[in-house]
């Protein structure tokens, strides 16, 4: 059973950090490790959009307005995901989520990030 477990979001002002975890299970290493990992957040009355992509390579993609401030890693030997996000903004507030490419459909509960102004 794949499951996938976000966790680090909080109530932080405005400039401030955070850092989100996502912590698999059911994967098997040699399928977490090839291929590509995502945060993705939805925000209330929006879709739910990507905010950043880790390859296998362990290149990175930002969307455009997180470029900068945020840093998404990998640790494949514990099977985990995270999210550096810096200099909080209030539009970065939403439901973060994590999704392995191999597992399209699973999600997890998410994390929620409200940023104030």
């Known amino acids: 059973q794949v499951r996938l477990v976000e966790s680090g979001g909080g109530l932080v002002q405005a400039g401030g950090s955070l850092r989100l975890s996502c912590q698999t299970s059911?994967?098997?290493?040699?399928?977490?490790?090839?291929?590509?990992m995502d945060w993705y957040r939805q925000a209330p009355g929006k879709q739910r959009e990507l905010v950043a992509t880790?390859?296998?390579?362990?290149?990175?993609n930002y969307k455009d307005s997180v470029k900068g401030r945020f840093a998404i890693s990998r640790d494949n030997s514990r099977r985990r995901l995270y999210l550096e996000m810096n200099a909080l903004e209030p539009d970065d507030t939403g439901l973060y989520y994590c999704?392995?490419?191999?597992?399209?459909?699973?999600w997890g509960q998410g994390t929620q990030v409200t940023v104030s102004s």
């Open positions: 880790i390859e296998s390579s362990g290149a990175t």
């Open positions: 999704a392995h490419r191999s597992y399209r459909d699973y």
């Open positions: 059911g994967i098997i290493l040699s399928v977490f490790r090839g291929n590509s």
